[in-house]
């Protein structure tokens, strides 16, 4: 399905990568419009409907178009964020693993780095 009634930027930015503009892509990009990292799990319980397969399928052609990047905790998960034009880290929750994006608290420090804070969330504590 095609949306030619509107140009949303989520439809434009997946045609300026050369991707076909399908609803699962377009609603596993609206996840990443938040400011955190998202799992294929975490997505499925957004869109109970939608196949996990079909959200891994399409979560690999969106990193593999750049739109997306994958992220993997210390705990070897693996989240999706939006390609950063900015370095950040991540904060995850011990509890529920929401992973959010947070500035980086380490000034002076080379951006090969990967900082993780474990912590409890907002609706977790």
């Keep these: 399905m095609i949306f030619m009634n509107h140009a949303?930027?989520?439809?434009?930015?997946?045609?300026?990568a050369g991707l076909r503009c399908t609803q699962?892509?377009?609603d596993l990009l609206s996840v990443f419009l938040s400011d955190r990292a998202w799992s294929a799990a975490h997505i499925a319980k957004e869109f109970p409907k939608k196949d996990l397969s079909t959200i891994y399928r399409n979560l690999q052609k969106l990193a593999h178009a750049g739109i997306i990047q994958a992220v993997h905790t210390h705990a070897d998960e693996e989240f999706f964020e939006r390609t950063a034009l900015t370095h950040h880290d991540h904060a995850v929750c011990q509890q529920c693993h929401r992973m959010e994006c947070i500035p980086c608290p380490v000034k002076k420090i080379g951006l090969t780095h990967l900082l993780e804070i474990q912590q409890l969330c907002e609706s977790c504590v």
């Design 8 to 16: 949303c930027h989520i439809d434009l930015l997946m045609k300026e």
């Design 24 to 26: 699962d892509r377009h």
